[in-house]
C-alpha cells in the first residue's frame, strides 16, 4: 500500500500540521495532464507544451499548435520579389512563407520592379512615367501654383499654372476668394462689414451679437426670437430671459403672486409667492413636520404638513404617539427618554474589558448593566488580546475569533509564485504563509512567470515582447498593422525636394548600414507630409535631413515640434543631419525642439575640418579621426551634451530625452548621397555612422 503526504499549507485550512494517508485504491490515477493546459495526454499532441493543444491557435512557427495534423494551416504569409531594391515587390512574383525569403517582402504593389525609381510613394517627374504607382502620369505637378494678382500670397484657383514650373506672379496656395483685393484672403479676421473677409464662404461669422424682439418693452427679450446684426436694431435687447413677450408684468424680475402663473419666469408657477400659507417639511414622512424645513406656497406641497410638532424629524419611528423603545431617545415626543419602554436589549458580559462580550454570559434588561455589552462575539472572555477586534499572528491560537487559525497572520508574509526561477513572483499566484512555500518568493513583479528572460530590468529587445515589464510603448508596438514594430521601421524626411541626400536605393552607404539592422527606411519630403504624433507613433527611428536653402521648408511648425518632442521623449529616436550651408547659419537646426538644448547662433560662421578629440560614449568608440565640410552653428546646453567639435564649432551632439535619444550631426558629409555614388569617404566616419546606428536603436 502506497501513501501521499499532502503538506498543510495546500489545504484550505488545518489547525496544526498533518499528515493525511490515502490508499492508491483511494486515489484514481487514469491518464495525466503534465503541461496543465486542460488536455490529457490521450488527447494533447504534445503534453509536455501547454501552448500546444486543440483549443490552441494556429500560428506560423512550423509547429502543429493545435493539434489538427498540420502545420501552419491558413497562417502563411504571402511575400512579393523586390527586384530592384526599392522596398516594393512585384505583385505578380509571389511566395508564401513565415518569414520573408531574401530579396521578399510583404509589400506587392510596385508598378516596375525593373527600376528602383519606379515605386509607390515616389517622387512624379515630368518624365511621361507613372512614377508614383498610382495610375496617372506626371498628375499634380502643377498643383499648388496659381496666379496672385493682388499679391496677398493666395492665388486665383481659377488661374493655375500650365507648366510643371510656375513662373513669376504665381504662389503655392490657390484658396484666394478675390484676387482683387489683397485685404481679402484665407485666415484673415473676419469683420462684421457683410463680406466674407476669410474665404471660408461664410460672412461675418463669429463676429455678430445676438439681440433677442422685446415686443412688451419689459426690457428682457423673447429667446425664440434671435436676430444676428452688427448693431442693436430698434426693439431688440441683448437678455433673451422673458418667458412671455406679450405680457410687461411677466419677466424675470417679477414678483411671483398665487395666480396659477409663472410671473418670474423661473419655469415654476407660483413658488415662494409673496402671499402664502407656511407649509412645514415632513423630512421623515411620518405624517409630522418641524421647523426645519419651511415654505411659503399657495397650495400645501408634497412632503409638507400643516404641523410642527415633531421632535425628531430625521426618524420615521420618532413622533408624537409613537411607541417607546429602549433606544436613549424620546420616541414619542413627550419630553422623556425610554419611559414605559415596549422592549429590552441582551447585554453580554466583557469581563476582560477588550469591548466584545462572552455569548455564554449574558443579561436581558434595558439599562446597561456594569462589565455588560451589547456585543456577544467574543470567543475568550479571559484573555483581552483574544476578540474579534485583535490581529491574527502565527501563535496556534485564533486570536480574531474567526475561527480559523493562523490565517491570514498580520505578521505572516506574502509570497509569490515563481514558476519560471527567474527570482521574480507572480502577482496573481500568491500565498499568504508564515514561512515561504517551496516555488514562491517575496517579490511579485513577474509579467510573464513562464518565461525566465522576462523580468523587471531585463534587457529589451525589438521583439514587440515587453522584456522589462514596463509596459511595451508605441516603440515595440504595430499600430499601423502593417506587420512591423516601430522599431523596426524608420522615417527619412528630407527638408527639401532637390537635396541628393536621400537613402534613395544603395547609393547611400550610411542607409545600407541601418537597412542592416533590419530596420525599413520611409524616404519622404516634408513638403508632402505634417509632421503629426500620430504619423510619428509608426517609426521608432526619425532621421531629419536639412539641405540649403534653395527648394527648402525651414523650420517645423511649433505644433510640429512639440510632436517631435513628445515622441522622443515616450521613447522614439531621432538623427538630425546638418548642412553645411553657405547662405544660412543654421537652416536645419531651426527644427529643433526647445526641450533638446540646441538652437541656433544666427551668426554664419564657415567652418571645415577634422576632430581627434571626443567624449568618451558609444557613439565615440573607436574613432580616432572624423571630419566635415562645415555645418550648422549651434549653442548647446543642457540635456544636450557635445561629443566632438570642429575647429570650436559643434560637430556631434547628443540628447537624452525621456526615453528617447537624439543625435545631432551639424554636417551632411558622412551622409552625402551624390547620384550614382557612396558616402562617407573620410577618416572614421563611417565608424561613427554605425557607431550612431547601433546607439539610437539599442
Not at 497562417?75 to 530592384?84: E, G, I, Q
Not at 481659377?158 to 484672403?185: H, K, M, Q, R, T
Not at 474589558?353 to 455564554?360: E, I, L, M, S
Request: charged share 25%; aromatic share 10%; net charge negative.
Amino acid at each position: 500500500m502506497r501513501h501521499i503526504l499532502i503538506p498543510c499549507f495546500l489545504l484550505l485550512s488545518c489547525r496544526d500540521s498533518a499528515k493525511i494517508d490515502l490508499t492508491e485504491e483511494e486515489i484514481e490515477v487514469s491518464d495525466l495532464d503534465s503541461d496543465g493546459d486542460g488536455y490529457l495526454v490521450s488527447d494533447d499532441c504534445n503534453d509536455n507544451n501547454a501552448a500546444i493543444n486543440p483549443s490552441a491557435v494556429e500560428i506560423c512557427d512550423g509547429v502543429d499548435n493545435n493539434c489538427s495534423g498540420e502545420i501552419d494551416e491558413g497562417v502563411s504569409t504571402p511575400f512579393y520579389a523586390d527586384s530592384d531594391g526599392d522596398g516594393f515587390g512585384d505583385p505578380n512574383t509571389i511566395q508564401e512563407a513565415c518569414e520573408p525569403p531574401s530579396g521578399y517582402l510583404t509589400a506587392g504593389n510596385d508598378c516596375d520592379d525593373n527600376s528602383d525609381a519606379v515605386f509607390p510613394g515616389a517622387p512624379e517627374d515630368c518624365n511621361q512615367i507613372d512614377d508614383d504607382c498610382d495610375g496617372e502620369i506626371d498628375e499634380d505637378l502643377i498643383s499648388g501654383l496659381f496666379f496672385d494678382a493682388d499679391g496677398d500670397g493666395h492665388g486665383d484657383p481659377n488661374l493655375p499654372s500650365d507648366d510643371c514650373n510656375g513662373g513669376e506672379g504665381y504662389v503655392l496656395f490657390g484658396d484666394d476668394c478675390n484676387d482683387n483685393d489683397p485685404a481679402i484672403v484665407p485666415f484673415t479676421a473676419e469683420l462684421c462689414d457683410g463680406i466674407d473677409n476669410d474665404c471660408d464662404d461664410e460672412i461675418d461669422e463669429g463676429v455678430t451679437t445676438t439681440y433677442y424682439l422685446d415686443s412688451d418693452n419689459d426690457l428682457f427679450g423673447n429667446p425664440n426670437t434671435p436676430l444676428h446684426a452688427c448693431e442693436q436694431p430698434v426693439g431688440y435687447i441683448e437678455d433673451n430671459r422673458d418667458c412671455d413677450d406679450a405680457d410687461p408684468m411677466i419677466h424675470p424680475d417679477a414678483l411671483e403672486y398665487c395666480n396659477g402663473s409663472d410671473d418670474n419666469c423661473d419655469g415654476q408657477i407660483d413658488n415662494s409667492p409673496t402671499e402664502a400659507t407656511i407649509w412645514f417639511n415632513d423630512i421623515d414622512g411620518d405624517g409630522y413636520g418641524s421647523d426645519f424645513i419651511t415654505a411659503m406656497e399657495c397650495e400645501m406641497p408634497p412632503g409638507y404638513v400643516a404641523n410642527n410638532t415633531d421632535c425628531d424629524d430625521t426618524r420615521i419611528s420618532v413622533y408624537p404617539g409613537a411607541t417607546e423603545e429602549c433606544n436613549q431617545m424620546d420616541d414619542d415626543c413627550n419630553g422623556q427618554i425610554d419611559d414605559n419602554a415596549s422592549d429590552a436589549f441582551y447585554w453580554f458580559a466583557d469581563y476582560d474589558h477588550d469591548g466584545f462580550g462572552d455569548p455564554n454570559v449574558s443579561l436581558y434588561q434595558c439599562d446597561q448593566p456594569f462589565d455588560f455589552i451589547s456585543d456577544s462575539s467574543d470567543c475568550d472572555d479571559d484573555n483581552d488580546e483574544v476578540n474579534p477586534a485583535a490581529d491574527e499572528v502565527c501563535n496556534a491560537i485564533d486570536d480574531d475569533c474567526d475561527g480559523n487559525i493562523d490565517i491570514n497572520a498580520t505578521d505572516a508574509n506574502t509570497y509569490f509564485l515563481d514558476d519560471d526561477e527567474d527570482g521574480f513572483g507572480d502577482a496573481n499566484m500568491m500565498a499568504i504563509s508564515c514561512s515561504a512555500p517551496t516555488g514562491y518568493v517575496e517579490d511579485d513583479t513577474d509579467c510573464d512567470d513562464n518565461d525566465d528572460t522576462v523580468y523587471p530590468d531585463a534587457k529589451e529587445y525589438c521583439d514587440g515582447i515587453d522584456q522589462n515589464c514596463n509596459g511595451n510603448n508605441f516603440y515595440e508596438l504595430d499600430l499601423d498593422n502593417n506587420n512591423l514594430l516601430a522599431c523596426e521601421e524608420s522615417l527619412w524626411m528630407r527638408n527639401s525636394s532637390t537635396n541628393s541626400t536621400s537613402p534613395n536605393g544603395a547609393c547611400s552607404q550610411a542607409a545600407s548600414y541601418l537597412s542592416g539592422y533590419n530596420v525599413t527606411i520611409h524616404d519622404e519630403y516634408h513638403g508632402n507630409h505634417t509632421v503629426t504624433s500620430s504619423l510619428l507613433e509608426n517609426f521608432g527611428l526619425y532621421v531629419h535631413h536639412g539641405n540649403n536653402m534653395n527648394g527648402a521648408l525651414g523650420a517645423y511648425t511649433n505644433a510640429e515640434a512639440t510632436a517631435i518632442a513628445d515622441w522622443v521623449y515616450n521613447g522614439g529616436r531621432m538623427l538630425l543631419i546638418g548642412f553645411h550651408s553657405t547662405q544660412d547659419a543654421c537652416e536645419a537646426s531651426n527644427s529643433i525642439p526647445y526641450q533638446f538644448g540646441v538652437s541656433c547662433d544666427s551668426t554664419y560662421h564657415s567652418w571645415s575640418g577634422t576632430t581627434s578629440s571626443f567624449i568618451s560614449h558609444p557613439i565615440t568608440n573607436g574613432l580616432s579621426l572624423v571630419g566635415g565640410l562645415g555645418g550648422e552653428n549651434w549653442v548647446v546646453q543642457s540635456p544636450a551634451q557635445v561629443l566632438a567639435s570642429v575647429n570650436g564649432y559643434e560637430f556631434i551632439v547628443v540628447v537624452e530625452h525621456g526615453a528617447g535619444k537624439v543625435v545631432l550631426i551639424a554636417d551632411e558629409w558622412p551622409y552625402y548621397n551624390p547620384r550614382g555614388g557612396h558616402s562617407i569617404s573620410f577618416g572614421d566616419n563611417r565608424q561613427m555612422v554605425q557607431n550612431i546606428w547601433e546607439w539610437l536603436l539599442d
